[in-house]
C-alpha cells in the first residue's frame, strides 16, 4: 500500500512540474544594498531563466543596467543565501559576463548549473560590482526559488 502511496504522489508531482512550463523567464524584484547610496552602476530590471531555478539544470540570470562610466574591468562578487546560511561565494571578472568596454545601457549575464542536490526553498543573492580600483559600482539583492521540479523528475524516472 505504501508503495502505490509512493507512486501516486511522484506522479502527482510529475503532473504538477508539466503544467508549468520549464523554460519560463521571470523578471525578479531587486532592492539595493545602500538605498541611499548613489551608485555608479544603475539596475533596471533582472530576469531569470527557466524559473523557477531547478537543481541540476543551467540557469541564466539577465540583468540590464546602465552607466555613465566607460567600464573597462572589474569584478562582480556574488554571494548567495539559504534561508540564514551562507552558500554560496564567487568572484567573477565582469568582461566575462558583458563585453567590455561597458558604457550606456548594457546587459550582464551569467549561467550557471546548480548541482542537482540543491535543497528546493528561497534563496537571496547579492551581488556588488566593483571596478579594476575596486571601487563598488554597485550592490543589489533580490530574491528567487529553486523548485523541485528536477526531483520529482528524477523520482519519476527511478520508478
Known amino acids: 500500500m505504501a508503495m502505490i502511496a509512493v507512486k501516486l504522489f511522484v506522479g502527482l508531482l ?7 512550463p520549464l523554460t519560463s523567464a521571470e523578471s525578479t524584484d531587486f532592492e539595493y544594498c545602500n ?36 567600464l573597462t574591468g572589474g569584478k562582480l562578487v ?15 571578472d565582469l568582461c566575462k559576463e558583458t563585453s567590455c ?10 549561467s550557471q548549473e546548480l548541482p542537482g542536490f540543491t535543497p528546493p526553498g528561497s534563496y537571496t543573492l547579492t551581488m556588488k560590482m566593483v571596478d579594476d580600483k575596486n571601487q563598488q559600482l554597485s550592490c543589489i539583492s533580490f530574491g528567487f526559488s529553486i523548485g523541485f521540479i528536477a526531483e520529482s523528475q528524477a523520482l519519476a524516472a527511478d520508478s
Open 78 to 92: 556574488i554571494d548567495v543565501n539559504y534561508l540564514f546560511f551562507h552558500v554560496h561565494h564567487e568572484a567573477i
Open 14 to 20: 510529475l503532473f504538477l512540474s508539466l503544467l508549468s
Open 35 to 70: 538605498k541611499k547610496a548613489n551608485y555608479a552602476v544603475k539596475v533596471s530590471g533582472i530576469d531569470i531563466t527557466p524559473y523557477p531555478v531547478s537543481g541540476g539544470k543551467k540557469t541564466t540570470f539577465s540583468i540590464s543596467a546602465s552607466t555613465g562610466k566607460n
Open 101 to 110: 568596454p561597458a558604457s550606456g545601457d548594457f546587459v550582464i549575464s551569467h
